[in-house]
């Protein structure tokens, strides 16, 4: 909060010691695989909104992208009329 959204000083922080650098690289090949999977497993399976699981990826994490992408893909597989029952 005192210095707003600083990048640079982010990635310093990030990277100051060898365990955060291990950490945030954990995060971002993470990221990267996941939203790998969203494209190569969208356009297979013909997932709509996958989109939105790649922009939670990018904004919040692996952690909200992924369970997002895979509930869009569930949801798409089921037939309408189960969907209409479940609530």
Request: hydrophobic share 50%; net charge positive.
């Amino acid at each position: 909060m005192k210095n707003g959204l600083n990048l640079p000083l982010l990635v310093q922080e990030a990277v100051a010691t060898p365990i955060s650098a291990f950490a945030w690289a954990d995060v971002l090949v993470s990221a990267l695989a996941v939203i790998l999977l969203i494209v190569v497993e969208g356009r297979r399976s013909g997932v709509r909104g996958s989109w939105a699981a790649i922009l939670g990826t990018l904004c919040v994490g692996p952690s909200f992208g992924l369970p997002l992408f895979l509930y869009l893909r569930e949801r798409q597989r089921q037939p309408r009329q189960a969907r209409r029952w479940e609530h």
